[in-house]
T-cell receptor, first 112, second 111 residues
Framework: DSGVTQTPKHLITATGQRVTLRCSPRSGDLSVYWYQQSLDQGLQFLIQYYNGEERAKGNILERFSAQQFPDLHSELNLSSLELGDSALYFC???????????FGNGTRLTVT | KNEVEQSPQNLTAQEGEFITINCSYSVGISALHWLQQHPGGGIVSLFMLSSGKKKHGRLIATINIQEKHSSLHITASHPRDSAVYICAVSSNSNSGYALNFGKGTSLLVTP
């Protein structure tokens, strides 16, 4: 058990809808990272938050947004969903950029 | 963007064999990571390297900064090593885990 909790495990929704993925980091970890894994693109870094503030941005679409709350949990919001957004979304956490990275089990999003 | 290439794409080995997975990248990095993704989808971070060599149990990771190349070795392979092994690099000194990923090497170890 990595200590990183992601909910829900599975999500099935229709095109055009909006969903929220939730991540609770390991106790004590200030950084939260979101990654997307799709069949055609593989793993991609989306965004990082550190202690409530955005630290780095990757290949995150404008339809996607994220935030980290004072209790350090993070949410990834995906809107105007398209079929191509179907993927596994991983959250990971670490104390710092040089300490071990711990992954959650992922949320599998299916857009129909 | 830092291009990360892994080889081979797929690898089948018999139990007990010595396995090598290679990773090359295109531009300077702050660190290189090896990850393991289990058949169920979970990801585990195996190594973070910025120079030299690291060992953990039967796993050894090396990096050659000048050649922009890293290898992951598995000694005395076992069926439980069957997984996808992913190389990733960080070029962002402000964010250690803003990673560029390789496409992964799918390893199957047969008894």
């Amino acid at each position: 058990d990595s200590g990183v909790t992601q909910t829900p495990k599975h999500l099935i929704t229709a095109t055009g809808q909006r969903v929220t993925l939730r991540c609770s980091p390991r106790s004590g970890d200030l950084s939260v990272y979101w990654y997307q894994q799709s069949l055609d693109q593989g793993l991609q870094f989306l965004i990082q938050y550190y202690n409530g503030e955005e630290r780095a941005k990757g290949n995150i679409l404008e339809r996607f947004s994220a935030q980290q709350f004072p209790d350090l949990h993070s949410e990834l919001n995906l809107s105007s969903l398209e079929l191509g957004d179907s993927a596994l979304y991983f959250c990971a956490s670490s104390v710092s950029g040089r300490s071990p990275l711990h992954f959650g089990n992922g949320t599998r999003l299916t857009v129909t | 963007k830092n291009e990360v290439e892994q080889s081979p794409q797929n690898l089948t080995a018999q139990e007990g064999e010595f396995i090598t997975i290679n990773c090359s990248y295109s531009v300077g990095i702050s660190a290189l990571h090896w990850l393991q993704q289990h058949p169920g989808g979970g990801i585990v971070s195996l190594f973070m390297l910025s120079s030299g060599k690291k060992k953990h149990g039967r796993l050894i990771a090396t990096i050659n900064i000048q050649e922009k190349h890293s290898s992951l070795h598995i000694t005395a392979s076992h069926p439980r090593d069957s997984a996808v092994y992913i190389c990733a690099v960080s070029s962002n000194s402000n964010s250690g885990y803003a990673l560029n990923f390789g496409k992964g090497t799918s390893l199957l170890v047969t008894p």
